[in-house]
Each structure stands twice: as C-alpha cells, then as structure tokens.
C-alpha cells in the first residue's frame, strides 16, 4: 500500500494567485512527522515545510502552509501569490518509526506534483 | 556552508565496474541516509545511519555497501554496477532535533551501460 499519495501529477497556476498540493499518507505510528520539499529543474532537494503529528497548529513559513487534517490523514502544501520561481516538481514525505525501530533517518516519498505558473 | 557535499556530480559506469559515491557533512549531524531517483518516482531510502559505526538498510538496499566510520562521511559502495542502478542519488542529513529534517547534497547523476 502507498504510504504517501499525491494524486496531482501536474498542477497550474497563475502568478500571484494561491495553489493547493495534494498529499495523503498512511500511518499506524502515533508519532510522525510530514515534510514537502521542493525540487527544481536543477535537481536539487530544498526543504520547505515540516508538520508534526502532535503539532496543535498548521505550520507555516513564509508563503507556504501545510493544511494538517489528521483525521483525514492529509497534509496539503499551500502555496500563496505564486511566483514563477515556484515552478518545480513538489514532493511530500513522511517520516515514521517501524516497529522497534527509530523513525529518524528515514523518509517515505510520494511520486511528486509537478506544478507551473504561468505568467 | 557547505552542508552536505556530494562527489562526484555525473559518472559513467560500465556493468560489473565498482565506484564508491562519497558523501560528507559538516553540520555535525547523527542520521545521515542515501537515496535513489528513478525517473517519475520520488526518492527511495537505500541505506541510513544513526552514528558512525551504525548502518541499516533502507526500502532498496540490493546491490549497495554503506560504512560510517566517521560522523562527517557516509560514502555508498557499488560493487557491481548494472543497469538497472542508472539513476539520481541524494545523500542527505539530519540531526535529532527540529523534526528531524533532512539536508540533502546536490545528487549525483549515476549511468550504468
């Protein structure tokens, strides 16, 4: 089973207006943690966003939020104004602890959204 | 900052050659761990560690060595190259506290013919 689903393969936006990424996971851990990271054309890795699974409130930083319903199991990236620097490959991630095993280390991707904004 | 460094960027390989991907932090981080990215897939763990001198395996561990002798290097063994390990690796790195995030190199572009 999927650990991390991210059902938009490709997403659009206009510059300056806000963008939504999908991201469910999947989970018996209590504890764990859920990342997005960003990677553009360029290859690199570049973290963006972290959410706690005990953490009362969404996270945020700078134009990014993440929408942490944990009931539903969800953890969505919001992306607000876009720029035209935003146009790269999203991918969500969770960190989770295996049975007798530490969580720390270890990191569960999703596929990816490719996201674009457009001028 | 260097942060973690990846060498080399690009490789060639033929199938059977051995190489050794080095990768190194200066951020005095614990958890150092390597992944792989195939085309149209996000990155899957091959090997971690928690401390020098301790390694495990990851989601893909086949056809990879991993040592950490050492809390500032991670270095990734292929014994035997093929085909099927063409692929992106990341080394990355973390340390205990602040969620565990995770620092990632710049990848190293691998080919195997």
């Known amino acids: 089973a999927q650990k991390i689903t991210q059902t938009q393969p490709g997403m659009f936006v206009q510059e ?16 764990y943690g859920l990342f997005w990271y960003k990677q553009p054309s360029s290859g690199e890795m570049i973290f963006l966003i972290y959410q706690g699974s ?5 996270a945020t930083e700078g134009r990014y939020s993440l929408n942490f319903q944990k009931a539903r199991k969800s953890a969505n990236l919001v992306i607000s104004a876009s720029q035209l620097g935003d146009s790269a490959m999203y991918f969500c991630a969770m960190r989770e602890a295996y049975a007798g095993g530490t969580s720390y280390g270890k990191l569960t991707f999703g596929q990816g959204t490719i996201l674009t904004v457009h001028p | 900052n260097a942060g973690v460094t990846q060498t080399p960027k690009f490789q060639v390989l033929k199938t059977g050659q051995s190489m050794t991907l080095q990768c190194a932090q200066d951020m005095n981080h614990e958890y150092m761990s390597w992944y792989r990215q195939d085309p149209g897939m996000g990155l899957r763990l091959i090997h971690y560690s928690v401390g020098a001198g301790i390694t495990d395996q990851g989601e893909v561990p086949n056809g990879y060595n991993v040592s950490r002798s050492t809390t500032e290097d991670f270095p990734l063994r292929l014994l035997s190259a093929a085909p099927s390990q063409t692929s992106v690796y990341f080394c990355a790195s973390s340390y205990s506290g602040g969620g565990n995030i995770q620092y990632f190199g710049a990848g190293t572009r691998l080919s195997v013919l």
């Open chain 1, 16 to 31: 300056k207006e806000a963008v939504t990424l999908d991201c469910t996971y999947d989970t018996s851990d209590p504890s």
């Open chain 1, 54 to 58: 005990y953490d009362q409130q969404n």
